[in-house]
């Protein structure tokens, strides 16, 4: 009898510790899958928040780019309408010569023409195809620069 009563109390134990191991590991169980739920919701919000900068670069960006592309055809199409002007003979390009320097070996005429007004020194007409060369070596340099700024502005829209 002392047996069995030693056995039953045995099962007893056995099955109230078991039950407290049970509800110890759901209560483990619960407490991990709140963890994992808090964990997902935290790189979800952060996921959010990089797509959200990513799509406020790429929109800055695209300004940016629209910008300087708007500049590079402004320059161009100023370009253009300056080499027309130089072609139709329109417009015409001098430069300012340093008559005081016995080198220059220039004997140029101080004086203007009846029909226009030149303020400032001797000054003597280019030729027009060499002012054309200066002309697209200019437009080279102001496609450079505008290049350059574009790059720039794309490195300081990045590096934010």
Known sequence: MILLLMAGSATAAWR?????????LAEQANSHQADLT?????????VRVD??????????????????YKELSNAQHNQA?????LAT???????????????????????????????GGTRARL???????????TDAGDQGLIALAACQ????EVSR
């Open 51 to 68: 797509q959200d900068h990513r799509l406020a670069l790429e929109q800055r960006l695209s300004f940016s780019e629209q910008t300087h």
């Open 89 to 119: 003979a329109d417009l015409r390009l001098s430069v300012l010569l340093d008559s005081t320097d016995p080198a220059s070996g220039c004997s140029v005429p101080a004086g203007t023409a009846a029909g226009g007004v030149v303020y």
């Open 38 to 46: 808090a964990i997902s919701n935290a790189a979800l919000a952060q």
């Open 16 to 24: 109230w510790q078991a039950n407290i191991y049970g509800r110890e």
């Open 127 to 137: 030729d027009p195809a060499h002012a054309q060369r200066i002309v697209a070596i």
């Open 153 to 156: 502005a794309y490195v300081r």
């Open 81 to 85: 309408r300056l080499r027309d002007r």
